[in-house]
């Protein structure tokens, strides 16, 4: 193998992991029935965080855990809510195994005020 053949499929190899480490994933905004909440911005405090994993299968085309925030809604009684999505270094180094695969995961805060 010549070193530019080299080159081109060290390159392609490293740019097909990294755009598989990718993916995208939904989250549902729902909010328990018969519940009034609100949208805490982003500088506002919250007295309660909950951080957890959401795994997907194809990239992020089908949820495989619960991907809605409702249960945390109930289970924390909360009226106000803020909610991020990351994907932070573990979700990173985790995915570059099972990106592969097409498992993804990301994590979800939520955070809130009851």
Known sequence: MTHRFRQYWRALLIGLGLSLMTGCGTVLLEVPPGR???LLDQDQPASVRVERTVWYALWGGQPLSD???AATIQEHNLTQV????VQNFWDTVVNFVTCYFSFVRR????????
Request: hydrophobic share 40%.
């Open 107 to 114: 994590t979800v805060i939520v955070e809130g005020n009851p």
């Open 36 to 38: 009034s909440v609100t």
């Open 67 to 69: 991907n809605s925030i």
């Open 82 to 85: 803020r909610v991020t999505v």
